[in-house]
């Protein structure tokens, strides 16, 4: 359903800190969250008890997201140090060999440089640059440990691909209207980590054979996510310009203000529905790529799951000036990308 026309697709729905240290690859608790989740089908069948339920997991002291590794807080120190080299970036990445090579396979694909272009890790830091490092280590450790959940594997892998063309859109839409797109990348890639760590919550501890109904869940959690996203962007001590934007994607205002990034991220998202790199289903249609027949029925069911207002969309424009001209060229490269993306293996 990709339309060209300057105005996006109506959405259906109602709706520089320091960072903490990871966990090492071998040390106790690498990449596991901990979360406690009791259901019955009364809550379930109940939609705000369900929303007011997920939320108590996320603001519980005791509740602590999936770990990012090391290197990944590591690497956001460094990405704010002006005095940072080449050498001890890459060296940084050495330190764990599994990253490293995931991070040259990434920066080899046509999304960012040709092979010939980039012999080393040295030349990608040089090539592409420390925020755009930063940004591919993060993808990469937010796809390793977060976008998991052995129940739902189809549908945390459409918000894994999901996440990522969000991600590089809202970097093109803040290149296009002159707003600083340091974290805009980040601000993307995240907006929808409420949703993974929801899953997570639903089924941790159970079987796929138990695992809680997620078609009956599914609207709770789209209510829940953007504040249960930000909750888990405070634990990882990442920017708060990150967090304010997880939190206002589909809303965006706040205390009757703005929020440019959440602005741009809004407007990415709904693009990213546009251009095949939905969660859910366009209204009316079927997905490809989920083999999962429950989860295929969720995913079919609630087309308005994780879409903004079309009023909401409009403002959207508004606040970032946003022509039609500016946005059919960010629509015509984000088409470019998906086509690449897709190329790539997502």
Not at 130 to 159: G, P
Not at 215 to 223: L, S
Not at 313 to 319: A, D, H, I, M, P
Request: net charge negative.
């Amino acid at each position: 359903m990709k339309k060209r026309n300057a105005d996006l697709t109506p959405g259906m729905a109602n709706t520089r800190a320091t960072p903490r240290r990871g966990k090492q690859k071998d040390e106790e608790g690498y990449g596991q969250g901990v979360v406690t989740l009791s259901l019955d089908d009364d809550v379930l069948l109940d939609e705000d008890a369900l929303t007011a339920r997920l939320l108590e997991v996320f603001a519980d002291p005791s509740y602590q997201p999936p770990t990012l590794p090391s290197i990944a807080t590591e690497l956001m120190t460094l990405s704010q140090d002006p005095n940072a080299n080449i050498d001890s970036v890459a060296n940084l990445l050495e330190q764990d060999a599994f990253i490293a090579g995931r991070v040259m396979k990434i920066v080899r694909s046509p999304v960012y440089l040709s092979a010939s272009e980039v012999p080393s890790l040295q030349n990608a830091v040089m090539r592409l640059g420390l925020d755009t490092l930063r940004d591919i280590v993060l993808e990469i450790c937010m796809n390793l440990r977060v976008f998991q959940a052995d129940a739902y594997t189809d549908t945390m892998e459409r918000l894994r691909q999901h996440a990522t063309f969000v991600g590089h859109v809202s970097r093109m839409l803040c290149r296009t209207t002159g707003l600083d797109s340091e974290y805009a990348f980040l601000c993307g890639l995240l907006h929808d980590v409420g949703i993974a760590g929801s899953l997570i919550a639903l089924c941790e501890g159970t079987n796929k054979e138990l695992r809680p109904d997620l078609i009956a869940a599914w609207p709770a959690i789209d209510r829940a996510h953007g504040e249960a996203g930000s909750l888990m962007v405070k634990l990882w001590d990442l920017p708060p310009a990150v967090r304010d934007s997880v939190k206002l994607h589909h809303q965006v205002w706040d205390n009757g203000a703005p929020d440019s990034m959440a602005a741009v991220v809004c407007l990415a998202d709904e693009l990213a529905h546009e251009l095949g790199f939905s969660v859910v289903a366009p209204e009316g249609d079927t997905i490809d790529g989920v083999e999962d027949e429950f989860e295929a029925a969720c995913l079919q069911s609630h087309t308005a799951v994780d879409r903004s207002t079309p009023k909401t969309l409009e403002r959207c424009r508004e606040v970032l000036r946003l022509s039609d001209e500016d946005l059919e060229g960010v629509r015509e490269r984000a088409g470019t990308l998906a086509e690449a993306l897709k190329d790539s293996g997502g």
